[in-house]
């Protein structure tokens, strides 16, 4: 009696029956999409497995039979995994103790405590894993030692002077019929034993058959082969009977069932019986470990593969190549188990591992030592743990700074304080000979400094000094000890910025590191500021930098005296640009002018109206009064006509870079726009009073606010209308103008809500029965 209660059993049963359900429902060519079906045919699908009750064996055959291959079922355990999770049928006993669906029935199935686990079962990921398969090799010879059995096809051609083919089944009797032969009885033969039978009956056909002299042959082969049953039973995933290829192994059985349950099933102790006889015991861990497959024999029809419980299992974590959980037979040891596990790691504590342990009442904690590994027998439930190696060094000393070679070395090389300088290959030049420190830790960790005389130790003038592990020499240099020495260089030079100072720079060794001069410097005027130190002699009691002067020229000559003059460390040198030095200024002027373009800005005194005479003045066309001058991206109002009229006008600008004056031809339109009827854009008509145009766009809106309209002229300039008592007075037109009326801004709304009208109410009522209260008193 076999009853499967873990969750992936009853997962594939609703997956065999559902795709029953679709067959009768569907399409073949949908029911072998189940990517393809919609999630309410699923539930519907998982409503009518729940109540079909047949049994795993009788679905799973009956999918077979419909023609449904793994791909649909691993397709369709995909789309029931996704729509229920967590929601799977649990098994229940009928009256007689066999297995059957579940029912709708409230009342839950008792719970059954798990053990805990931490780590998996080793070798169950073999039969979960959808790249692997064991299916049979159909396309190799078929094996000398293969057995024919009904429903195997065989091929016998016949070649030379006669020509015949003959595909022939083996029929339940064990026998095949050629032509007019009496049948040939082949079950239970080899392929090579049924071709000499064979032949020798079809002698009776052809005379001589498969002799040199006849000329006439023949060769027997195996076709299609057949399928078989096979029982697979105890503690697998999916018990009961499934039809295999004839040449499937013990694998492929085991693959179809989804292997040993991970939870109580052995990966060691996997038998075969054949006519109620065991022949053979597989051990899954000989192929696992060493691709033995020695008892992986071929299956023959109603065989039966029983698997086992297992008998005794531990659990391997920590530091070694791969942890789980071992199944471990009678008369093996620690040291197979670790074996399994492929070792430890690199990092691996290995001189003990750590045992927790089940006693009939309680836990207990073991170690193991290494020299024991090879006698120590586990236990049920055992869990071994290796623990990795500490970070602590027992052997090393470390010495940094002006040594040639620092970096950390071994004790037992280097036990003195003399002996680790020469290991690294000694002191550098610049190294402080005066004092030297060794960091070291005490027995109880704190850490303390012992400074060292390291002229003295050198010399010999002193005892050398022991070193202990962990210890940390540090030697320091010259440079350790002082402010990082820079100069700095700013002003005319290419490479403007901060230089490492060295001995004897001067002043053209800096400008040669800057890049030398740029195009407007002057050596002339060339500044250095000192900070003050201890020479303060000419300098007064206030100041205090020194500030040096002096020439150099463009080849960085220096005068004799100067050529002496040797900078500090933190010397500040500018080097200064010609007064009369700068680069072009440019201004743009286009439009009605005759030589319209860009032009350098020729003094720092030059004006708008000099421009347009270095431009040939203006062109016949010009219409000044839309001259429009800009300014980094401002317009600016100008009065060109004022201008070029009287040149001291205020309006007669300096030009700046950048500035950009446009004088265009007259432009005989207006636009008028806002709160107008009909916002347009008209022909100008000095004729015309400001009215005329408004009229000439329909008038105002209601909306308009006629005593703020105004006009922005072609040149930038923006006049408003005026309005003194009850008269008002409009802007006059121009050419080119654009007339805007602005709408009247939005009043807000000041009514009063419900609430705040019974509130003022209120208050008023108040005021008033105070206001007559104090009358009658008076």
Request: net charge positive.
């Amino acid at each position: 009696m076999i009853f499967l209660g873990i969750a992936s059993c009853r997962k594939i049963r609703w997956l065999i029956c559902l795709l029953i359900v679709a067959s009768g429902n569907l399409s073949p060519s949908v029911a072998q999409k189940a990517a393809d079906l919609t999630d309410e045919q699923v539930q519907q699908f998982i409503r009518q497995a729940k109540a079909s009750g047949l049994s795993e064996a009788q679905i799973e055959q009956m999918a077979l039979s419909r023609g449904f291959t793994p791909s649909d079922i691993t397709n369709m355990r995909q789309r029931i995994s996704e729509l229920n999770p967590t929601k799977q049928p649990e098994p229940v006993r009928d009256q007689a103790g066999s297995r059957s669906q579940s029912t709708d029935s409230p009342v839950p199935p008792p719970q059954q405590p798990k053990a805990e686990t931490t780590s998996a079962v080793f070798g169950a990921s073999l039969f979960s894993n959808a790249n692997l398969t064991f299916e049979p090799n159909l396309r190799i010879p078929t094996p000398k030692n293969y057995q024919l059995g009904p429903d195997d096809e065989l091929v016998v051609d016949v070649y030379g002077n006669a020509q015949q083919t003959y595909r022939t089944k083996i029929n339940p009797e064990g026998s095949i019929r050629l032509e007019n032969l009496s049948p040939i009885y082949v079950n239970g033969l080899t392929v090579e034993q049924a071709e000499q039978r064979i032949v020798g009956r079809l002698r009776q056909l052809y005379t001589g058959l498969n002799s040199p002299s006849s000329g006439v042959y023949a060769q027997v082969s195996l076709g299609n082969i057949r399928s078989i049953k096979v029982t697979l039973i105890g503690q697998v995933v999916k018990p009961g009977t499934y039809t295999l290829s004839s040449l499937g192994t013990v694998f492929n059985a085991l693959y179809a069932a989804g292997g040993p349950d991970p939870s109580r099933g052995s990966f060691r102790d996997i038998r075969v019986y054949r006519a109620n006889r065991q022949i053979r015991t597989l051990d899954i861990y000989d192929f696992l470990l060493g691709a033995d497959q020695k008892d992986n024999i071929r299956l023959q029809d109603q065989d039966i593969v029983f698997v086992n419980h297992y008998e005794t299992r531990v659990e391997l974590n920590g530091e070694v190549k791969q942890p789980g959980q071992y199944e471990v037979k009678k008369g093996e040891l620690l040291k197979t188990v670790l074996a399994f596990a492929g070792g430890f790691t690199d990092r691996a504590y290995t001189a003990s591992l750590t045992l927790r342990r089940n006693t009939a009442k309680e836990l207990e904690i073991g170690t193991i030592q290494a020299t024991d590994l090879g006698t120590f027998v586990p236990q049920k439930g055992d869990q071994y743990v290796v623990s990795s190696i500490t970070g602590r060094f027992s052997n090393r000393v470390m010495i940094n700074g002006a040594v040639f070679r620092p970096g950390t070395y071994a004790l037992q090389n280097s036990p003195t304080l003399r002996q680790l300088i020469t290991t690294a290959e000694g002191l550098r030049e610049d190294a402080f000979l005066n004092r030297g420190t060794i960091r070291r830790l005490r027995e109880n960790l704190d850490p303390e400094l012992i400074s060292v005389d390291l002229g003295k130790l050198m010399r010999g003038e002193i005892s050398d000094i022991p070193l202990q592990r962990e210890d940390n020499v540090t030697i320091l240099a010259y440079g350790d000890l002082r402010e990082k020495r820079t100069v700095s260089l700013q002003g005319a030079v290419n490479k403007p910025g901060q230089f490492d100072y060295a001995d004897s720079m001067s002043v053209a060794n800096l400008i040669v590191l800057a890049g030398g001069f740029t195009e407007g410097a002057t050596g002339s005027r060339i500044e250095i500021a000192r900070r003050l130190r201890n020479d303060t002699t000419g300098l007064p009691d206030n100041q205090n930098i020194r500030i040096i002067q002096f020439d150099l020229d463009e080849r960085l000559r220096l005068t004799e005296a100067d050529a002496r003059f040797h900078l500090q460390p933190f010397d500040e040198v500018f080097v200064r640009t010609s007064p009369r030095y700068e680069p072009q200024k440019m201004v743009t002027i286009t439009g009605e002018v005759k030589y319209p373009g860009r032009y350098a800005i020729r003094d720092k005194s030059e004006r708008i109206s000099e421009l347009i005479s270095r431009a040939g003045g203006l062109q016949s066309s010009a219409f000044l009064k839309a001259t429009r001058f800009i300014r980094k991206g401002e317009l600016i109002s100008i009065d060109i006509h004022q201008i070029l009229q009287k040149p001291t006008d205020s309006g007669n600008l300096l030009l700046l870079a950048g500035d950009s004056i446009t004088i265009p031809r007259k432009v005989e339109l207006v636009r008028i726009q806002g709160e107008v009827l009909n916002p347009s854009t008209v022909d100008y008509n000095e004729t015309k009073s400001f009215r005329s145009y408004i009229d000439e766009a329909g008038g105002f809106t209601s909306k308009a606010q006629r005593k703020k309209s105004y006009v922005r002229y072609a040149n930038g300039q923006i006049r408003r209308t005026k309005q003194f008592l009850f008269f008002r007075s409009y802007p006059s037109p121009d050419p080119g103008m654009e007339v805007i009326i602005p709408a009247k801004a939005r009043r807000e709304d000041s009514k009063l809500s419900p609430a705040e009208r019974v509130a003022v109410m209120t208050g008023i009522t108040s005021l008033a029965a105070v206001v007559l209260t104090v009358i009658r008193l008076f």
